[in-house]
């Protein structure tokens, strides 16, 4: 398999851990990860999971890689536009935010790209690559629904954080894999991470 870059974010929203997952799952598959999270993300991650990614970037890294037990993860700052997800020449194969608050998804279906998260996910947009977005919020209020019905006319994929039950799921990793698993999927990329239907 080549190897293919991906741009993950976190945002502010609840559910870290599908962030998180879903690079650990990415990184033993050989993909190439850039990463980065919003000041709130990095907040809420701390809060949800321990795990501080704040201050600088290298040492971010070192922290996020020791955690999840991977290497092939590049942090990088959410102010930074000096790197390839950035422009349309050198985009990634693909973007997943996840979690993806409902602030960062109304600004990307707005066009606004005041920081590295939105400004990469126009460029998926326009270069009509794979932007993968992962909200996480309830209830859903019709702006909400609009942002997202927005985006997917756009050619973003959403893949709300809504674990299902019909593979008995037995802890909370199972519902976390559940929804990294449909991520995956869309991505084309080979799992076993939850049973399927039938």
Request: charged residues 20%.
């Amino acid at each position: 398999m080549t190897t293919k870059r991906i741009f993950i974010a976190l945002t502010g929203a609840s559910g870290s851990i599908y962030g998180l997952r879903l690079m650990e799952e990415l990184c033993r598959r050989g993909f190439q990860l850039l990463v980065t999270i919003s000041a709130s993300g990095q907040l809420v991650c701390r809060e949800e999971t321990g795990l501080d990614l704040s201050g600088d970037p290298l040492d971010a890294t070192k922290r996020l890689c020791a955690h999840l037990g991977v290497d092939g993860i590049e942090l990088v700052a959410p102010d930074n536009l000096y790197v390839s997800a950035a422009s349309g020449s050198a985009a990634p194969e693909a973007m997943i935010v996840a979690p993806c608050s409902m602030g960062t998804l109304a600004r990307i279906a707005c066009g606004i790209s005041g920081n590295l998260i939105e400004r990469s996910a126009d460029v998926m947009l326009k270069e009509r690559r794979p932007l993968l977005l992962v909200p996480r919020e309830t209830p859903l209020s019709e702006i909400h629904l609009e942002n997202m019905l927005r985006l997917s006319r756009s050619g973003a994929r959403i893949i709300p954080a809504m674990p299902a039950f019909y593979h008995q799921p037995q802890s909370v990793g199972d519902m976390v894999n559940f929804v990294v698993g449909k991520v995956l999927d869309q991505l084309n990329v080979e799992n076993e991470l939850y049973k399927r239907w039938g």
